[in-house]
């Protein structure tokens, strides 16, 4: 196999691999930092000897003999200077001699290392971006560069936020385990926060030059995926899976051929993937098992279940997601579940019903620069025939937004007001 194979077979390899392989050696020396060491220590020898020796045919186990002999040496040179180093390396030892199939005993364990190792790059002591970037580089396989560049910021930035959280996670003794009792319910609302992050910068980019970064919203839904086969009682879990199918299955609806976003009602439905949305609807009815009482990822895949279900628009049941975005208000306060709502209701009983609130939420100190807001007003005032503020709206929120294809679709929209305000000359 050619050397340029080979390494891209190796990349392929470290994708399927990284977490499985970082969770099961942050077990044994219980610290993450290590253990991504560790990992890669393993890459570099794999693309030093591969391209020679072939590809071995259980490569994930090769992988983790090679990091857990290159944990002994490490541990073995610092064990004059700190005696349980010296420990551990045997402790690791005389485990490789009581399993001598080495890739049966990573299996019985690899379930609960890498709900271990979500969980503690999720961990609340960590900053949201942080979080995000260690999840992706952890869990994701991604390069730092290639999370820079997802996110749009530069690499040493990126590269600073991963070690500071490893830092941190080191010096404030993080215990690399599975919370239990009533930690679990925080510990877990922290994952999940972190994997809807990652998917709604891919599904909506905040800045940049494109509308959507699929790449982004694959690894949230493999993430998302993962952690429902690894916690199948845990209805938000599912919840958090269902909105994202369905979401995901609009994505090749929402851009259009010189990649402008085309919105919701606009979509060509026909072409939303119908395996995604058979899934989401799946993993939404495990969820109702679960728990007769939705919770915040549920209610919002219920929303989201009402559009993969109207087969048009004009079949969408408004009035049910105007009740669920009630719901959700009630169970999670906040102005942009607001907003959302005041679509609904504006689409439920019309315009005149959802621009009452919106303006209520003009004052909302957290929407002063939340692009949206002026959008959905100048939306509203435009069905409304108040055409002249509706231009001075989608002008607000074009300046407010970061994305290059979002400013250019609002200025558009204030063109088309501009020019519906203009009186025809008479004929």
């Given amino acids: 196999m050619p050397a340029t194979d080979t390494h891209r077979a ?77 420990e551990l390396a045997r402790e690791i030892e005389a485990k490789e001699m009581a399993v001598p199939d080495l890739d049966v005993a990573l299996d019985d364990e690899v379930g609960d290392d890498l709900l271990r190792l979500i969980f503690t790059a999720c961990h609340p002591v960590l900053s949201s971006e942080a ?42 003794r993080v215990p690399f385990e599975i919370p239990r009792g009533a930690e679990l319910a925080a510990r877990l609302s922290s994952v999940l926060e972190v994997i809807y992050l990652v998917f709604n910068e891919g599904y909506t980019a905040t800045a940049g030059d494109d509308w959507m970064r699929p790449a982004l919203c694959e ?49 060509n439905r026909a072409l939303w993937d119908q395996l995604l949305i058979r899934r989401g609807l799946a993993a939404l009815e495990r969820v109702e098992k679960l728990s007769p009482a939705l919770g915040r990822y549920g209610l919002q895949a219920a929303i989201a279940a009402c559009h993969a279900r109207a087969r048009a628009p004009e079949g969408t049941d408004w009035a049910r997601i ?9 169970l999670a306060p906040s102005p942009v579940v607001e907003l959302n709502r005041a679509v609904a209701l504006a689409m439920a009983f019309g315009p005149a019903a959802g621009l009452e609130l919106v303006d209520a939420l003009t004052s909302e100190p957290s929407l002063e620069n939340y692009h949206l807001l002026p959008s959905v007003r100048g939306d509203l005032l435009a069905k409304l025939g108040r055409f002249d503020e509706a231009r001075a709206e989608f002008e607000r929120a074009a300046s407010l937004t970061r994305n290059v294809r979002e400013h250019e679709l609002l200025l558009e929209r204030a063109r088309t007001c ?3 305000s203009t009186p025809s000359e008479p004929g």
């Fill in 10 to 86: 190796i990349d392929a390899v470290w994708r399927i691999e990284s977490a499985r392989l970082i969770a099961g050696l942050a077990r044994i020396v219980r610290d993450v930092g290590l253990a991504e060491d560790l990992a890669q220590d393993a890459l570099v020898a794999a693309l030093e000897q591969w391209p020679e020796s072939g590809i071995p045919e259980n490569p994930g186990a090769w992988l983790m003999a090679t990091a857990k002999h290159r944990a002994i040496d490490r541990l073995r040179r610092h064990s004059l200077l700190e005696r349980k180093h010296e």
């Fill in 322 to 330: 105007a009740a669920l975005y009630a719901a959700l208000a009630q």
């Fill in 418 to 420: 501009a020019s519906s």
């Fill in 219 to 267: 690894d949230a839904l493999r993430l998302g995926r993962i952690l429902a086969e690894l916690a199948p009682q845990e209805p938000e879990v599912h919840g958090l899976v269902a909105l994202m199918e369905i979401q995901a299955s609009r994505s090749g609806a929402r851009i259009g051929p010189s990649g402008e976003p085309i919105l919701l009602l606009d979509q």
């Fill in 131 to 172: 979080r995000v970037a260690l999840t992706l580089r952890l869990l994701g396989g991604l390069t730092t560069d290639q999370i820079a560049r997802a996110f749009l910021v530069p690499e040493p930035t990126v590269a600073q936020r991963i070690v500071r959280a490893k830092r941190t996670l080191a010096e404030k």
